[in-house]
């Protein structure tokens, strides 16, 4: 047997001491689902330990806990936790949290989704609901492309990738993220890399915390579509780039962290201001309008 097919097989069985029934995470994942899809050194992954460990710090009762996806890689995120979650339609995570929401405010509703799905498919649910100040999080894994169904330009997508759709390169505007959130309403707005789970960890327990239209955004590596193009090599090599190219600027304007393609890239927490949330509004504009008659809506 080759040295190759040897590697192949032990990196297929589970380590003998691998127990799936007392994983740390058992708490959180549904490991009879695992093994998870994703490809190695993805990104994804790191994102959801680092909301399990949010989830942990924050001591919300995870039966109050709902997590909502859209498809593609990041909205596979859905089918993994083990608390109530939802793999809605392309793109309609948001207004399905939105209802959810709604109709019983005491949930914790966080959007577990990607770039390609909340912000382009989704992107009018998106600005909506930042403009409303919906009480809903979202975490949005953006690695520039719509990678599961085979590495299409997104709207993330920085200029000059090369991707299936943009073999000769992009030539398209992508968005800044930070600032499009900010500019439609979200009162927390964040933005770290794979590399950073601390800061993410701590960003998902303040978002988590924050009543009203929160949004993180994690950059994240997707080795088998996005780097490969670009020839950026694997995820551990994007990690190391993320460490030297990462500049943490608190408090900076979301007008000045748009992202090039191998340019540094600036990261931190960006937003973190107060707004009546859509049901604080709502009930305060009603309260004014009709006096005793309104009650205020509580679900
Ligand atoms: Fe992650 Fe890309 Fe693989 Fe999807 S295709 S699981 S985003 S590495």
């Not at 709902?66 to 339609?89: E, L, N, Q, W």
């Not at 909506?128 to 809903?136: C, E, G």
């Not at 770290?192 to 009203?212: C, D, F, I, R």
């Not at 600036?266 to 504009?285: C, I, Q, S, W």
Request: aromatic content about 10%; charged content about 20%.
């Amino acid at each position: 047997m080759s040295v190759l097919s040897e590697l192949q097989k032990a990196s297929l069985s589970p380590t003998p001491d691998f127990h799936p029934e007392n994983h740390p995470m058992d708490d959180f994942l549904r490991m009879d689902r695992m093994p998870h899809i994703w490809c190695s050194t993805c990104g994804i992954g790191v994102s959801v330990n680092c909301f399990a460990k949010a989830l942990e710090k924050c001591q919300i009762p995870l039966d109050q806990v709902v997590v909502v996806s859209g498809i593609g890689c990041t909205g596979r995120v859905a089918g993994y936790v083990k608390v109530d979650s939802f793999h809605t339609t392309h793109g309609r995570a948001i207004p399905f949290a939105t209802g959810m929401k709604l109709a019983n405010p005491k949930l914790k509703v966080i959007v577990f989704s990607g770039d390609g799905d909340i912000i382009a498919i989704g992107g009018n649910h998106f600005i909506n609901a930042a403009r409303r100040n919906i009480d809903i999080t979202v975490i949005c894994v953006n690695n520039f492309n719509y990678a599961m169904t085979g590495g299409q330009l997104a709207s993330t997508t920085p200029e000059g990738s090369v991707l299936s759709t943009s073999p000769f390169g992009s030539y398209e505007f992508p968005f800044n993220l930070p600032f499009l959130a900010e500019s439609v309403g979200a009162v927390y707005v964040a933005r770290w890399t794979s590399l950073h789970v601390y800061n993410q960890t701590v960003s998902m327990v303040e978002a988590l915390k924050k009543p009203g239209f929160s949004f993180i955004e994690v950059i994240a590596p997707c080795p088998t579509i996005f780097e490969r193009q670009q020839k950026m090599g694997d995820g551990l090599d994007r990690l190391r780039w993320y460490c030297e190219n990462s500049d943490i600027r608190n408090g900076a304007s979301t007008k000045d962290v748009d992202i090039r393609l191998r340019d540094r890239m600036v990261v931190g927490k960006f937003v973190d201001v107060e707004r009546p949330t859509y049901l604080e509004a709502m009930n305060a504009h009603y309260r004014e309008r009709l006096g005793s008659k309104y009650k205020d809506y509580e679900g």
